[in-house]
């Protein structure tokens, strides 16, 4: 099954509220990537983390990657109707499938106007 | 976007029926991989290759099955053994497979059983 989590599955924000969601797994982490797709759409990458404690921005995105490397979190401040869609964080884990990507749960943002 | 397309955008599968998903990509990428997603969880490994000839079993491979003649393409097989296809199925591809390397998905194909 999966082995990495994110929370929350779903949360909903009004237009310019921040919204964070945070990404777990049960191994240490080589890097960790995340990920968008707009509802319908399919995912498009958004950023690599490498880094024990890295931290990086984009715009009103900021990722952070922890000290253990063991999870990662995504926070959007001000939030705009075009950040609507699901994000999913990946890393590189062994499973029975072999060591390929493994993509998390992935966290559902809708805003309101 | 660009480079990976798959075909068709919409499917319809009988009862015991065969489908093959089509995936093409223009990036040169070595591997490919097939992915499936079902509302409210996240993508599921069906297959990948990381080389012409070659390929591998992710974690849901039962009930499906793929080729890789060409490194252009890996069309994917939904097989009657497939007792609940109804999803979105993704391609995705990367420049050699490596296991940290960015993926590049396609637009999807949408599968629905009739």
């Known amino acids: 099954g999966q082995q990495v989590m994110q929370i929350p599955q779903y949360q909903h924000v009004q237009e310019g509220e921040d919204f964070t969601t945070y990404c777990n797994s049960s191994t240490t982490l080589s890097n960790i990537q995340w990920y968008k797709q707009r509802p319908g759409g399919h995912p498009v990458f958004l950023i690599q983390?490498?880094?024990?404690?890295e931290v990086k921005k984009q715009k009103r995105l900021t990722f952070q990657f922890g000290e253990a490397k063991k999870n990662s979190s995504l926070h959007i401040t001000a939030t705009q109707t075009t950040d609507v869609g699901t994000y999913f964080c990946?890393?590189?884990?062994?499973?029975?499938?072999?060591?390929?990507?493994?993509f998390g749960t992935g966290t559902q943002l809708k805003v309101e106007l | 976007d660009g480079g990976i397309t798959q075909s068709p955008k919409y499917l319809f599968r009988k009862e015991g029926q065969n489908v093959t998903l089509s995936c093409e990509q223009n990036l040169n990428h070595d591997a490919m991989y097939w992915y499936r997603q079902d509302p409210g969880q996240g993508l599921r490994l069906i297959y990948y290759s990381q080389i012409v000839n070659d390929f591998q079993k992710g974690d849901i491979a039962e009930g499906y099955s793929v080729s890789r003649e060409k490194k252009e393409s890996f069309p994917l097989t939904v097989t009657s053994a497939q007792k609940n296809p109804t999803a979105f199925y993704l391609c995705?591809?990367?420049?050699?497979?490596?296991?940290?390397?960015?993926?590049?998905f396609g637009p999807g194909t949408r599968l629905l059983v009739l």
């Open positions: 995705a591809s990367s420049r050699t497979g490596h296991r940290e390397e960015t993926q590049y």
């Open positions: 983390l490498v880094k024990s404690g």
């Open positions: 990946a890393g590189p884990i062994l499973t029975g499938g072999g060591n390929k990507l493994t």
